[in-house]
């Protein structure tokens, strides 16, 4: 059989409807399961009232591309300051692995700080409740960190090295270096998933991200300990509304239990990937791209107000036309030059109004000639006349694939686009400017909430020792661990029990450092640059009264 995961949102008994079609069913929340199924069988999905919406599994790559103080997170550090460290407090990486021998992750008794690490690229025992990867827990990393040959009893690697990287900002203890190289909350403890497809590194399905969001809330819940949670994740392959299942999955999770969870904006701000414009009735629409060489698929994502139609013709490279297609024919397929062409005209969704045409190119075999390419956009009628394009993100596709005159508004990237996560751009601390890869918003009014460093980051390395990296991904953890200090002392020390969620994102914005004579929130920095000190400041001050008053009893 040809069986595929699908998303779905459901209602009643998911395992029996699961039954009866011979699939398997893994549940994420009370409303939203992932299904494996046989592909000839998903359109009698749409049939069953316990079926309330369907969404395909997309890809998402890590958006790869150090500064404490420029933070004001030393002083936080400081025992002459608020002494916080993250103890007590669990920091999960969803993300490319970890290099789990590296000092920086282990006790000053050798032991690990990793409390769980489930990889899901290795076959052998996965988590309860899910299909497949491997859980290894502490004891299994000790035991191997005892060993000679330690990848021989746990054989997980980092093979990328981003989420090393990623997790040695957020919470490395800078053992390496004396503490020199130390992260934001260097005493807390770790939980590790390692995403990807079989074996692959660069990307993951989004239905492996809701996967592992899942187990560490439910692992943090099943610890008691509250868990700040970095996603160094991103794709263009949606309406960048925060309305697909995916997106409405990770908001309904980060409202669970304690958690805090922090996604960066993506890096491309300057990469070319993303077209706004206008139809109006009468004017054909062209709009003109490029592609690198060496591309074997790449992707456009159209998004429009469904009141309008319009037909559209794709020109290749050397002048080669698809055809007009039109929504009256909702899949079409072209074959031309070696390639296929594949156009797709969606529907609204419960969550969504507008609509979806999704262009598909695949090298039959090779790749795609480079070269510049043409959409032309045949208005039927316009009523609203706004549309927007995405090309794939700079991991998938380089910046080397643009469009010829590109929009730098709304290019943060899915799935930062989701509520009540800590949306995160990125700048450059030794000038203090943004930096120009990352995202911007405004595109259905959605914001960075705030900028930490994110060039020349010095963190872990796969393979040990320490080495500079760049991009949003490296500015996101510093947000994770700010987000775990800020839990240590709000939950672990009992100053502020309930501080976690959407109350760290507002004393984040509210102690953010902001640059007199610039509006805020704004695209770029959002309400402004991290400074955990001026957070905590503010925090001090307002513990709530009853909380200062059992304190004064205390007394």
């Given at each position: 059989m040809d069986r595929m995961e699908i998303i779905v949102k459901y209602n009643g008994d998911i395992e029996r409807i699961a039954a009866i079609f011979d699939a398997d069913a893994e549940l994420l929340s009370e409303q939203y399961a992932i299904l494996t199924i046989d592909r000839g069988f998903i359109s009698e999905l749409y049939s069953l009232s316990e079926i309330e919406d369907i969404e395909l599994p997309r890809r998402a790559y890590t958006d790869s591309s150090y500064s404490l103080s420029a933070s004001c997170i030393t002083a936080v550090q400081e025992q002459t300051g608020f002494g916080l460290t993250g103890r007590g407090v669990i920091v999960a990486v969803i993300d490319s692995g970890i290099d789990y021998t590296h000092p920086d992750f282990l006790n000053p008794d050798g032991s690990s700080r990793i409390l769980a690490l489930w990889d899901m690229t290795i076959d052998g025992s996965p988590p309860?409740?899910?299909?497949?990867?491997?859980?290894?827990?502490?004891?299994?990393?000790?035991?191997?960190?005892?060993?000679?040959?330690?990848?021989?009893?746990?054989?997980?690697?980092?093979?990328?090295?981003?989420?090393?990287?990623?997790?040695?900002?957020?919470?490395?203890?800078?053992?390496?270096?004396?503490?020199?190289?130390?992260?934001?909350?260097?005493?807390?403890?770790?939980?590790?998933?390692?995403?990807?497809?079989?074996?692959?590194?660069?990307?993951?399905?989004?239905?492996?991200?809701?996967?592992?969001?899942?187990?560490?809330?439910?692992?943090?819940?099943?610890?008691?300990?509250?868990?700040?949670?970095?996603?160094?994740?991103?794709?263009?392959?949606?309406?960048?509304?925060?309305?697909?299942?995916?997106?409405?999955?990770?908001?309904?999770?980060?409202?669970?239990?304690?958690?805090?969870?922090?996604?960066?904006t993506g890096n491309e701000g300057s990469a070319g990937h993303h077209y706004?414009?206008?139809?109006?009735?009468?004017?054909?629409?062209?709009?003109?791209?490029?592609?690198?060489?060496?591309?074997?698929?790449?992707?456009?994502?159209?998004?429009?107000?469904?009141?309008?139609?319009?037909?559209?013709?794709?020109?290749?490279?050397?002048?080669?036309?698809?055809?007009?297609?039109?929504?009256?024919?909702?899949?079409?397929?072209?074959?031309?030059?070696?390639?296929?062409?594949?156009?797709?005209f969606g529907q609204p969704t419960r969550y969504n109004v507008d609509q979806e045409v999704f262009f598909t190119v695949t090298a039959d075999s090779g790749t795609i000639m480079p070269g510049l390419w043409k959409l032309r956009i045949i208005p039927s009628e316009i009523v609203d006349g706004r549309f927007d394009l995405w090309l794939p993100t700079t991991e998938e596709v380089t910046d080397r694939t643009y469009f010829s005159a590109p929009s730098e508004e709304g290019t943060i990237t899915i799935p930062a686009t989701a509520e009540k996560v800590i949306r995160t751009a990125g700048y450059n601390d030794r000038t203090g400017s943004i930096a120009p890869f990352s995202g911007t918003g405004t595109r259905g009014g959605?914001?960075?909430?705030?900028?930490?460093?994110?060039?020349?980051?010095?963190?872990?390395?796969?393979?040990?020792?320490?080495?500079?990296?760049?991009?949003?991904?490296?500015?996101?953890?510093?947000?994770?661990?700010?987000?775990?200090?800020?839990?240590?002392?709000?939950?672990?020390?009992?100053?502020?029990?309930?501080?976690?969620?959407?109350?760290?994102?507002?004393?984040?914005?509210?102690?953010?450092?902001?640059?007199?004579?610039?509006?805020?929130?704004?695209?770029?920095?959002?309400?402004?640059?991290?400074?955990?000190?001026?957070?905590?400041?503010?925090?001090?001050?307002?513990?709530?009264?009853?909380?200062?008053?059992?304190?004064?009893?205390?007394?």
């Amino acid at each position: 059989m040809d069986r595929m995961e699908i998303i779905v949102k459901y209602n009643g008994d998911i395992e029996r409807i699961a039954a009866i079609f011979d699939a398997d069913a893994e549940l994420l929340s009370e409303q939203y399961a992932i299904l494996t199924i046989d592909r000839g069988f998903i359109s009698e999905l749409y049939s069953l009232s316990e079926i309330e919406d369907i969404e395909l599994p997309r890809r998402a790559y890590t958006d790869s591309s150090y500064s404490l103080s420029a933070s004001c997170i030393t002083a936080v550090q400081e025992q002459t300051g608020f002494g916080l460290t993250g103890r007590g407090v669990i920091v999960a990486v969803i993300d490319s692995g970890i290099d789990y021998t590296h000092p920086d992750f282990l006790n000053p008794d050798g032991s690990s700080r990793i409390l769980a690490l489930w990889d899901m690229t290795i076959d052998g025992s996965p988590p309860s409740g899910f299909r497949e990867g491997t859980e290894y827990t502490k004891e299994q990393i000790d035991a191997a960190l005892q060993s000679n040959i330690p990848l021989s009893v746990v054989p997980s690697r980092d093979y990328a090295g981003h989420g090393t990287a990623v997790t040695g900002i957020a919470a490395g203890n800078g053992a390496s270096s004396d503490g020199e190289n130390r992260g934001v909350a260097p005493d807390a403890d770790l939980l590790i998933v390692k995403a990807g497809s079989k074996g692959f590194d660069s990307f993951a399905m989004t239905t492996e991200l809701m996967r592992a969001l899942k187990y560490v809330t439910d692992k943090a819940q099943e610890f008691g300990r509250p868990a700040a949670i970095n996603m160094s994740y991103g794709m263009n392959d949606g309406s960048h509304e925060g309305n697909s299942l995916f997106e409405e999955y990770i908001a309904q999770t980060a409202a669970r239990w304690k958690t805090s969870v922090v996604i960066p904006t993506g890096n491309e701000g300057s990469a070319g990937h993303h077209y706004a414009g206008r139809l109006r009735n009468g004017e054909i629409t062209t709009v003109e791209f490029f592609t690198a060489s060496g591309l074997d698929e790449f992707y456009l994502s159209l998004w429009k107000n469904f009141s309008d139609t319009f037909a559209a013709e794709l020109i290749f490279p050397g002048g080669r036309s698809s055809g007009i297609i039109s929504a009256s024919d909702p899949i079409k397929t072209v074959f031309a030059q070696g390639l296929t062409l594949t156009v797709f005209f969606g529907q609204p969704t419960r969550y969504n109004v507008d609509q979806e045409v999704f262009f598909t190119v695949t090298a039959d075999s090779g790749t795609i000639m480079p070269g510049l390419w043409k959409l032309r956009i045949i208005p039927s009628e316009i009523v609203d006349g706004r549309f927007d394009l995405w090309l794939p993100t700079t991991e998938e596709v380089t910046d080397r694939t643009y469009f010829s005159a590109p929009s730098e508004e709304g290019t943060i990237t899915i799935p930062a686009t989701a509520e009540k996560v800590i949306r995160t751009a990125g700048y450059n601390d030794r000038t203090g400017s943004i930096a120009p890869f990352s995202g911007t918003g405004t595109r259905g009014g959605i914001l960075p909430d705030i900028a930490a460093p994110a060039v020349n980051v010095i963190s872990t390395r796969a393979g040990g020792g320490y080495d500079t990296f760049t991009g949003t991904s490296f500015a996101a953890p510093f947000v994770t661990g700010s987000a775990a200090l800020m839990m240590e002392w709000g939950i672990i020390r009992g100053n502020a029990p309930f501080l976690y969620g959407e109350r760290i994102k507002a004393y984040l914005r509210l102690g953010a450092r902001r640059t007199a004579g610039m509006t805020y929130p704004n695209p770029f920095f959002g309400y402004g640059r991290l400074c955990l000190n001026s957070t905590m400041a503010h925090l001090s001050m307002n513990i709530p009264p009853i909380i200062r008053r059992f304190q004064a009893q205390e007394l």
